[in-house]
């Protein structure tokens, strides 16, 4: 392979410095409790069949770069659920019903974490409601049936789903398990961002000492992004550059960011990358973001086939990677950053570089992986 001829026209779309950038590790910790994160680390670790995924050194792309090391985290590995959302969803299940098989657990979902709540409900006897828009794969759909979950489609996009699912929920009284917070509902999305901290906890050790200089970290509503950053406050005793990258159809951190404040977005055109394909940050992420975040970065979609078939063709690494469309902005985003010479630098991405990366999910949805990975 070589990145310098197939890749070099390869660019991010846009990029954005945070002039608020002062990560403060008590004011996070202050949001996403230590006790909280261990109490998660505790419970998922002890899990059936539970092991740590796999940190894979990227060692094709981080010589064509010009990197010291590229670490990618492989969530399809995780249990059998092929994204890093199995360890939210089920975590907060769990915690908010003890296992009360009175209560119907309900949800709304692009696709994984809805498929994490239904396997968690299912591993407790639950019933459980799931509620998807228009745009989740009828294959996404199958997943949760199997798990023994009621799908519910509702028409339009993503924020129709939750209305609707918030709807039923109050006149049904089902306890609602969502990963996205608002006003007086906040405890249920932080134990899902509790559930995902585990994967930092991981990489901590993973890392055997070696220090991360940059991490990357995709957003949708940004909980997954603001709980990477609650672990490194949590388990680093230092603070890598924190760069969050979203699709540029759907860049609601970054236009918050801009502003200092939570911008809803409208999204003209909904994302490969489903699962980040969302219009508003979250309300306890952003408290954690706002301040932590050193740079944002947005990219197209149309990097993302190639870059699922080199992760599967060994060409980024020395093994074959199951990478789906939500595991590919990390690598793009890279590519594009190392592209632009002024921008590489300013960021000092160099030879000396250790960058952290997320491979966030696997082949979760079956179809369009082998669409993308046949294109
Ligand atoms: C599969 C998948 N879903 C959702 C997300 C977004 O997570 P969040 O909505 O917590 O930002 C990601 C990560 O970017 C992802 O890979």
């Known amino acids: 392979m070589s990145v310098k001829s197939e890749f070099s026209n390869w660019k991010f779309s846009s990029f954005l410095e945070n002039n608020s950038n002062k990560f403060n590790k008590h004011e ?111 294959f996404r759909a199958k997943i949760m049936r199997s798990f023994g979950a009621d799908v519910i489609r509702v028409k339009g996009n993503y924020d129709n789903s939750l209305k609707e699912c918030i709807k039923q929920s109050r006149q049904n009284s089902w306890q609602i398990v969502q990963d996205v917070a608002w006003q007086d509902y906040k405890l249920v999305p932080k134990l899902t961002m509790s559930g995902y901290s585990v994967m930092m906890k991981e990489i901590s050790e993973q890392l055997n000492n070696q220090q991360i200089s940059h991490v990357v970290l995709q957003a949708g509503v940004g909980g997954m992004a603001a709980a990477m950053v609650a672990g490194i406050a949590r388990y680093l005793n230092y603070v890598p550059k924190i760069i969050i990258v979203e699709p540029e159809s759907a860049a609601c951190v970054l236009e918050s960011i801009k502003t200092g404040k939570i911008e809803k977005i409208s999204i003209e055109k909904e994302s490969l990358m489903g699962g980040m394909s969302c219009d508003e940050v979250s309300l306890v992420p952003w408290e954690i973001l706002k301040n932590s975040v050193s740079h944002c970065i947005t990219v197209s979609d149309d990097y993302i086939a190639k870059t699922v078939k080199s992760l599967a063709n060994c060409e980024f690494s020395n093994e074959k990677i199951i990478g789906g469309e939500c595991s590919t902005p990390g690598i793009i985003s890279l590519v594009g950053l190392c592209n632009d010479t002024e921008i590489r630098k300013k960021i000092n991405l160099n030879e000396e570089s250790n960058v952290l990366i997320f491979g966030c999910e696997g082949d979760a949805d079956e179809e369009l992986y082998q669409k993308l990975i046949n294109l």
């Open 28 to 138: 996070i910790l202050n949001i996403l409790a230590k006790e909280d994160m261990d109490e998660a680390y505790q419970t998922i670790s002890g899990w059936d069949n539970y092991l740590p995924t796999p940190l894979i050194l990227l060692n094709k792309l981080s010589k064509e770069l010009n990197i010291k090391k590229i670490f990618y985290k492989d969530e399809s590995k995780r249990f059998h659920l092929k994204s890093f959302k199995a360890l939210g969803g089920a975590y907060a299940v769990e915690k908010i019903t003890k296992g009360n098989k009175e209560i119907t657990v309900s949800t709304a979902t692009a696709g994984n974490h809805g498929r994490s709540v239904a396997w968690g409900s299912k591993k407790l006897g639950l019933k459980c409601k799931i509620f998807i828009s228009e745009y989740v794969s009828e």
